[in-house]
């Protein structure tokens, strides 16, 4: 199984994809789509594009089987929270008009099932992913982000996936 993890950002979009194999996770590929900044509206549409557009060929490329999405949070500037929405908006559609589930995680929660402690700094999460990924080499620090979150998604489809065996052989 393959599994796409999307760090959400309007310049900058990390993606990670990493191949689940019963515990075993390797890394496949990473990278970080940009966009430039501009002020308009018609400046925001063009990045929006061009963000889902290098998604859906991220998507394309390396066929993923699920996709996992960091939730965003609300900071102090309501203008850029709105943005960042918007480019979360465009991480949820593409794998979902690919056809693929999409799980979504906070922070936190992708720091704590990665690392196990949910306050973790960058560089513990950087180091984690690396000890889980052998030899991988991040395109940059949102690629890392998309990593674990693809970590993070796989740990939780495998929990998801022992749990269900284990109520059909009726252990709870």
Same mark, same amino acid.
């Given at each position: ?14 993606? /990670? ?16 789509? %940009? ?9 925001? =549409? ?9 998604? *859906? =060929? ?9 996709? =996992?999405?960091? @939730? !965003? ?7 850029? !929270?709105?943005?960042?929405? @918007? ?16 799980? $979504? ?7 704590? !099932?990665?690392?196990?402690? +949910? ?20 395109? +940059? ?10 970590? *993070? ?10 749990? $269900?065996? /284990?109520?059909? %052989?009726?252990?709870?």
């Amino acid at each position: 199984m393959r599994v796409l993890g999307i760090d959400p950002g309007l310049r900058n979009m990390g993606w /990670g994809v990493i191949s689940v194999d019963g515990s075993r996770m390797g890394h496949v590929a990473n990278g970080v789509i %940009r966009s430039s900044a501009g002020g308009g509206l018609q400046d925001l =549409a063009a990045r929006l594009s061009h963000l889902f557009a290098g998604l *859906c =060929a991220v998507i394309a490329e390396h066929r993923p089987d699920a996709a =996992a999405v960091e @939730q !965003t949070f609300v900071n102090k500037d309501a203008a850029g !929270t709105l943005k960042l929405g @918007q480019a979360r908006g465009i991480a949820l559609l593409a794998p979902a008009q690919a056809g693929l589930a999409v799980g $979504e995680y906070a922070p936190n929660a992708v720091k704590k !099932t990665v690392v196990g402690v +949910g306050h973790a700094g960058k560089e513990q999460v950087q180091h984690m992913v690396r000890v889980q990924l052998p030899g991988v080499v991040f395109d +940059g620090p949102d690629a890392a982000d998309a990593l674990a979150i693809a970590i *993070c998604h796989a740990r939780h489809l495998q929990g998801r996936s022992l749990r $269900e065996a /284990g109520s059909r %052989r009726g252990v709870a």
